[in-house]
C-alpha cells in the first residue's frame, strides 16, 4: 500500500489520530501499515520475542515499554525475525539495539532511542490489551500507518 501519513490525515482527519514526534525511524522501511497488536512490558523483552515468532501477517506490533531509555527491547535478531515472519513494523516505547544492522532489515522499526544495553529475561507484561502513549490509544485490531512525518492510528483500515 502506497500512503502518506500527511495525505491520511487531510483526508480521514476526524478518523485519526496522531501521534507526539517523539520517535526516529530506525527500520529498512520507513513507510509502514498494518492491524495493531500490543504488547506493555517494563525492560524485559521475553514476550516481544515470543509475539514476534508467530506469523505477522502483516501486522504491526506496537510495545509500550514505559518509555524507558535504560535498556533495548528489540535488537537486530528480533527485527530480523519480524521480517521473517511477515510483520510490516515495529513501534517501540523505549530503545532498540543494533541500529545499523537494523536499517538493513526490509521492516519498519520506530523507536524513542538506542542503547546498547539487553533487557531483563522473566517473562512479565500483557499482551493484546490498549496501551497508550505519545498522545495516542493503541488498541489491538485497529490500524496504525507510520512513515517520517509520523505516526496515525485509526479504528479502521484507510483506503
Same mark, same amino acid.
Given at each position: 500500500m502506497h500512503f502518506a501519513t500527511a495525505d491520511l490525515y487531510d483526508e480521514y482527519t476526524d478518523d485519526v489520530q496522531v501521534g507526539q514526534p517523539m520517535f526516529n525511524d530506525y527500520g529498512g522501511n520507513k513507510r509502514f501499515c498494518g492491524a495493531i497488536s500490543t504488547l506493555k512490558v517494563h525492560e524485559d523483552n521475553t514476550l516481544v520475542r515470543a509475539a514476534l515468532e508467530q506469523e505477522g501477517q502483516?501486522?504491526?506490533?506496537?510495545?509500550?515499554?514505559?518509555?524507558?531509555?535504560?535498556? &533495548?527491547?528489540?535488537? !537486530?535478531?528480533? &527485527?530480523?525475525? &519480524?521480517? !521473517?515472519?511477515?510483520? &510490516?513494523?515495529?513501534i517501540v516505547s523505549g530503545c532498540i539495539r543494533d541500529a545499523a544492522v537494523i536499517a538493513t532489515i526490509a521492516i519498519g522499526v520506530k523507536a524513542l532511542n538506542t542503547n546498547p544495553k539487553k533487557s531483563v529475561k522473566k517473562g512479565t507484561g500483557e499482551r493484546d490489551i490498549v496501551v497508550n502513549f505519545a498522545g495516542i490509544t493503541f488498541a489491538p485490531s485497529a490500524y496504525v500507518y507510520a512513515d517520517e512525518d509520523g505516526i496515525l492510528v485509526s479504528s479502521r483500515k484507510l483506503s
Open positions: 502483516g501486522r504491526v506490533l506496537v510495545i509500550d515499554g514505559g518509555a524507558s531509555l535504560r535498556c &533495548a527491547l528489540v535488537g !537486530d535478531m528480533l &527485527a530480523q525475525l &519480524a521480517k !521473517d515472519n511477515g510483520w &510490516a513494523g515495529i
